[in-house]
């Protein structure tokens, strides 16, 4: 027989408020890697970048009830590692809104450059989904559906790189303003050349 192992039960509202940031987790997981327009002047930053901000405003709200209502359950799962890491994306989020508020222009800081929107809201929606990674990732199934919609968005991300390296692109990337460098899921073409550097080293 199978002996599989004891679990507590949880309040039903903590219960379903865990599994839907689980959910928002492993949906931003696959979603965020497959994103993205060739018609933006950056057909993958800002694609993502609206994406992360976009899926996070729908996870805050949930990740805030989970916290409210499983605050102490949560704290005793959160012990070690877990949570000095928690603290110190908290540290950074502060940081981050710290120097906002400092910089010589506030509104650019906060949503980024409109070629990157990589700003203080991007910055806050990364530390949203490792906030919600941490609170589902102590239940293993959860850890597993985030690693196997890991594995899965994968495929088809090296199915078009592989397009590409064979000059068989099936989108109009030439009417993006840096038309003549390579495009990558790496984001910025510079990525890709230091990356294309350090493999031949």
């Given at each position: 027989?199978?002996?599989?192992?004891?679990?507590?039960?949880?309040?039903?509202?903590?219960?379903?408020?865990?599994?839907?940031?689980?959910?928002?987790?492993?949906?931003?997981?696959?979603?965020?890697?497959?994103?993205?327009?060739?018609?933006?002047?950056?057909?993958?930053?800002?694609?993502?970048?609206?994406?992360?901000?976009?899926?996070?405003?729908?996870?805050?709200?949930?990740?805030?009830v989970t916290f409210a209502v499983g605050w102490r359950e949560i704290r005793a799962e959160l012990s070690g590692l877990r949570r000095w890491a928690l603290w110190l994306v908290l540290a950074y989020v502060g940081a981050v809104a710290l120097s906002t508020v400092a910089s010589v222009s506030p509104p650019l800081s906060l949503w980024g450059s409109p070629a990157r929107s990589q700003g203080a809201l991007t910055a806050a929606a990364f530390a949203v989904f490792f906030a919600g990674a941490l609170v589902s990732g102590t239940r293993e199934c959860w850890a597993w559906r985030a690693a196997l919609a890991l594995s899965l968005t994968s495929l088809p991300v090296t199915l078009y790189a592989v397009l590409q390296w064979r000059r068989l692109d099936p989108l109009p990337f030439r009417t993006v303003p840096w038309a003549g460098v390579v495009p990558s899921f790496l984001g910025n073409p510079n990525w890709i050349g230091a990356w294309l550097n350090r493999r031949r080293r």
């Open positions: 027989m199978l002996d599989f192992p004891k679990l507590e039960m949880s309040p039903p509202l903590l219960s379903l408020a865990r599994d839907l940031v689980g959910s928002g987790v492993v949906v931003s997981l696959a979603a965020v890697p497959l994103f993205f327009s060739a018609l933006l002047i950056d057909p993958f930053e800002l694609a993502k970048a609206a994406t992360i901000r976009g899926m996070a405003s729908l996870l805050l709200p949930v990740l805030c």
